[in-house]
């Protein structure tokens, strides 16, 4: 059974950086796809970025380029996003995600872990 445990949220002001990190466990870490997705209050859930299993290949949302790196270590089982120059839009529910696929804009893994909150202030 795979399972994703999120650390790493919190409340800074904008300008600011977090790091969050995504705790898998449960099978082989690197055959996994994985990816954040986050989800703002009255708002729908989007993709953030995401990375094949080896880190061969990233995506980034226009939203974030430039400002957020994910990143994997697979011998740690642990997803990261870093997350600098932080905006009041990005404020969120952090949800890290992975797939036996690998995908970007339309990706849909199976497996969620439970979001972390991150809360920018102007």
């Known amino acids: 059974q795979v399972q994703l445990v999120e650390s790493g949220g919190g409340a800074v002001q904008a300008g600011g950086s977090l790091r969050l990190s995504c705790t898998f466990s449960?099978?082989?870490?690197?055959?996994?796809?994985a990816g954040w997705f986050r989800q703002a209050p009255g708002k729908e859930r989007e993709l953030v970025a995401t990375?094949?299993?080896?880190?061969?290949?990233?995506y980034y949302d226009d939203s974030v380029k430039g400002r957020f790196t994910i990143s994997r270590d697979n011998a740690k089982n642990t997803l990261y996003l870093q997350m600098y120059n932080l905006k009041p839009d990005d404020t969120a529910i952090y949800y890290c995600?992975?797939?036996?696929?690998?995908?970007?804009?339309?990706?849909?893994?199976?497996?969620w872990g439970q979001g972390t909150q991150v809360t920018v202030s102007s």
């Open positions: 990375t094949s299993g080896r880190a061969r290949f990233v």
């Open positions: 995600a992975v797939d036996v696929s690998y995908g970007t804009a339309n990706w849909k893994p199976r497996y």
């Open positions: 449960g099978r082989t870490f690197d055959g996994y796809g």
